[in-house]
């Protein structure tokens, strides 16, 4: 494991988010964060809103349930349909057209639902994605309602 020396993290490579919570807080501080006011929340200023009705120790205790599900976060490029020819023929070095433009916003899928786009950035050599647009949880719902 290679060990980091960046000054401001004295433990050397233990964290391997600190670039990204710098990269966080640096966006906090340029005031590019803006959040739908239709999610609520502790960010956008609204409150939050309940998950359901009833006791509130209760539903607490229901989304802590959840919290550490893991789930499938992908970033999509783009898509293209080929034929299986030309998909044998793919070797080192080969150019496979998608149908995205260059600096067009990504999109972001959790278990192949989209509920988010965004455009990549790199923090310490490694890609990210800055979240532009996320889709309102109502959206969300219709979305999977019908798929």
């Known amino acids: ?6 000054p401001n993290n004295p433990g050397g490579g233990d964290d391997p988010f600190a670039g990204w919570a710098e990269a966080l807080e ?4 340029a005031g590019a964060q803006t959040i739908d006011a239709e999610q609520g929340g502790p960010l956008s200023g609204a409150p939050a809103r309940p998950y359901g009705g009833g006791n509130g120790d209760a539903q607490v205790q229901d989304i802590n349930m959840v919290l550490d ?3 499938q976060l992908s970033v999509e490029l783009g898509r293209t349909k080929v034929p299986i020819k030309y998909i044998l023929q793919l070797a080192q070095g080969s150019v496979v057209e998608l149908d995205a ?9 959790i278990n192949g639902y989209l509920i988010a786009q965004g ?3 790199v923090v310490n050599d490694k890609f990210g994605i800055r979240l532009t647009d996320v889709v309102t949880p109502s959206e ?8």
């Open 1 to 6: 494991m290679a060990i980091d020396s960046d």
């Open 26 to 29: 640096e966006q906090k501080g």
């Open 69 to 71: 599900i893991p789930v």
């Open 101 to 109: 433009l260059a600096g067009e916003p990504m999109d972001v899928l």
């Open 119 to 121: 455009e990549v950035v």
């Open 140 to 147: 969300r719902l219709r979305r999977v309602s019908r798929g």
